[in-house]
């Protein structure tokens, strides 16, 4: 039986640097930088072994775009703050903080690279 449905994700980036500095601010989290796989660039999130992660990518074969699928990080119990981090680092939001119910809140936004990214928080 599969454990989850997703197992490691990556976020196109064109400015890996840049990229890095938004998410560990906007997540209040260090990533570790990697050029472990031949032409590609990486900024890894923070993982135990247990744990579903990804990275941030510069390729020449990926294009940031805010249209196509949408990943969704673990913001549970700071939402609100990671909303205005990512603002303070020149994010727009596309979706603002929103309830839907049992399942918690959500939002999305528009990164430094132009990528929509979605938040989610059971806690409000």
């Not at 890996?16 to 990486?42: C, I, K, V």
């Not at 744990?51 to 673990?74: H, I, M, Q, R």
């Not at 909303?83 to 990164?111: C, L, N, V």
Request: net charge negative.
């Amino acid at each position: 039986m599969v454990k989850n449905a997703v197992n490691w994700f990556e976020i196109p980036v064109s400015d890996l640097d840049r990229a890095t500095d938004f998410y560990q601010h906007m997540m209040h989290t260090e990533l570790e930088r990697s050029n472990a796989m031949d032409g590609m660039d990486l900024a890894i999130f923070p993982y135990d072994e247990q744990s579903v992660s990804g990275a941030l990518v510069k390729a020449e074969f990926l294009t940031p775009a805010s249209s196509g699928s949408v990943v969704y990080l673990n913001a549970e119990g700071i939402l609100d703050d990671a909303i205005s981090r990512a603002q303070e680092k020149g994010a727009s939001i596309a979706i603002p903080k929103t309830a839907i119910g049992e399942h918690g809140f959500f939002a999305h936004i528009i990164d430094c690279e132009g990528n929509r990214v979605g938040l989610h928080s059971m806690a409000g």
